[in-house]
């Protein structure tokens, strides 16, 4: 099912579909027929996993009327995955677990300035209040293990559930293909995480930007291989006394509208600054 509608927050677009037990919310603005940057947020069971964008608020609230929804799981603190929880915890009355990093940003959505795209495209969450989430979580009959995941944001966590080989990643996946990074993120941790889980048996990735992403592990391993390459490729090129901007220009050519829309928060000179600033997860 896709709806599209104007409302006072602009033009939105939000797409209900199922993937056997797991109901996905595909939304975002939609001023040009498309959705402008989507976010997905799942129902599985009585957890519903991130609440997606507050510019959606209304189409995605009445799309809940009528479920069984007990708690709510973040997989972390950005406005496009704790948008819509204020009100949903107000209308369901339920607890929202997250990591215990993300609780103060939760409470006072505003400790995450917003840039003036990221005002535009998602606009500002409301106030929720949430508990830290523990080592594991239960949705019915499914048992979720839960897996800190630094390397977007310190406060990320990914949801396993090994029984049936599901992983819920937030954005940590986001397609196999690496060319920007926010500034805020770190290239080699992301890495690092990205290894740890392929060592989980994943049959499917259930990620907020790509979706259903089957055969995960592999889908993993391809993006490890991917990171791992363009990671030497730059490391050869400082060797060869290239300098940070020449390094971009031959890996990943020159920056382009996701540069310029995002005023540099999003960039491909932050990925390559982020590979040479060597910083692994232990020195983060
Ligand atoms: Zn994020």
Redesign the pocket.
């Known amino acids: 099912m896709a709806q599209r509608i104007k409302n006072k927050k602009g033009i939105v677009m939000l797409k209900i579909k199922n993937h056997g037990p797991v109901t996905l919310f595909y939304m975002g603005r939609s001023p040009l027929g498309f959705l402008l940057y989507p976010v997905h947020a799942f129902l599985v069971g009585d957890m519903l996993i991130d609440t997606g964008t507050n510019r959606v608020d209304k189409p995605f609230l009445s799309a809940l009327t009528g479920r069984s929804i007990a708690k709510i799981v973040n997989t972390?603190h950005?406005e496009d995955?704790i948008g819509n929880n204020g009100d949903i915890q107000e209308r369901f009355k339920i607890p929202i677990y997250a990591h215990p990093s993300a609780l103060p940003y939760l409470e006072n959505p505003r400790l995450n300035a917003l840039r003036p795209y990221q005002r535009i495209v998602w606009a500002w969450p409301k106030k929720s209040k949430g508990t830290a989430i523990g080592a594991s979580i239960t949705a019915g009959n499914l048992h979720f293990e839960v897996i800190n995941s630094p390397g977007?944001?310190d406060d990320h966590i990914c949801l396993y559930e090994p029984d049936k080989k599901w992983l819920f990643s937030g954005?940590l996946f986001c397609g196999t293909t690496f060319i920007y990074l926010r500034r805020d993120e770190n290239y080699l941790q992301i890495l690092e995480t990205i290894k740890k889980l392929s060592a989980l048996e994943i049959d499917t990735i259930f990620c907020n930007l790509k979706g259903v992403v089957e055969n995960g592990k592999e889908a993993l391993q391809r993006k490890i291989k991917k990171m791992e390459q363009l990671r030497d490729h730059v490391l050869k090129l400082q060797e060869k006394g290239l300098p940070p901007q020449s390094i971009r220009q031959e890996v990943l050519g020159k920056e382009d509208a996701w540069n310029l829309i995002t005023g540099g928060h999003y960039s491909k000179q932050n990925t390559i600054d982020s590979i040479l600033s060597g910083k692994r997860p232990d020195q983060s």
């Open positions: 972390h950005h995955h977007h944001t954005d």
